[in-house]
């Protein structure tokens, strides 16, 4: 039986603390909340990348777990399905190689898990994660009523001028129960993509990076 490093499980732990911070800060700071749950997963993502699944393993299950204690166990749940799982598979999927002479390519290169279909299972992570929340939440007509009602209502008094008539404002219910959705889902796709990047160049630069940077020298010279 192969013995678990314990080095890597230390890094992993440190860096699930790491983003679990950064998951705490974010429900404290609602301001910067959206940017500091993409930076949760900065560490996740770094040490996958850098120090491969056993570590991001760790990473995800200490954030977790201190995410259940210290908030709840349904907060660590989202903050797993949201950041942490994503974070984990990306780096999982960029580390995966096979000889490039198995499609075709030279004998001494290596082709890695294409970037395009990374993307795509981002893609599909992220709206499995909406489907969860919209699920947790009730999402609905009735709740993206509200908040249309409750903006309309701010807008009014701060100048009933630009209050809207009634079939407006149901138009814009319509609207805003599908919208919502995709306009979250892709942000989140772009943070979570934007994070990923960072934390290839963050381990490049480290020299510990399993996986070449996505450059194209003999094509676009």
């Known amino acids: 039986m192969k013995q678990v490093n314990g080095q890597l499980l230390l890094i992993g732990l440190i860096a699930g603390l ?55 166990p349904l907060f660590a749940l989202a903050m797993a399905i949201f950041t942490l799982l994503p974070a984990g598979w990306l780096s999982h999927l960029a580390n995966l190689a096979r000889p490039a002479s198995e499609i075709g390519g030279p004998d001494d290169l290596l082709a890695w898990y294409p970037l395009s279909d990374i993307l795509l299972h981002l893609c599909a992570l992220v709206s499995v994660a909406v489907i969860f929340l ?63 990047y960072i934390a290839m160049r963050v381990v490049s630069a480290s020299g510990r990076a399993l996986r070449p940077r996505e450059i194209c020298r003999r094509r676009c010279g």
Do not use: C, H
């Open 134 to 196: 919209g699920v947790m939440i009730g999402y609905g007509p009735e709740l993206t009523g509200q908040m249309v009602d409750l903006l309309m209502a701010s807008v009014a008094d701060r100048d009933p001028t630009l209050a809207a008539d009634p079939a407006s404002v149901e138009q814009i219910k319509s609207m805003m129960v599908l919208l919502l959705p995709i306009v979250q889902g892709g942000m989140w796709v772009l943070m979570l993509f934007a994070a990923y």
């Open 18 to 72: 790491t983003a679990a911070l950064l998951v705490l800060g974010a429900s404290a700071q609602p301001s910067f909340s959206s940017i500091l749950y993409a930076a949760s997963a900065l560490p996740v993502l770094i040490v996958g990348l850098g120090w491969g699944n056993v570590a991001a393993i760790a990473a995800v299950a200490t954030a977790a777990v201190i995410g259940a204690l210290v908030i709840s």
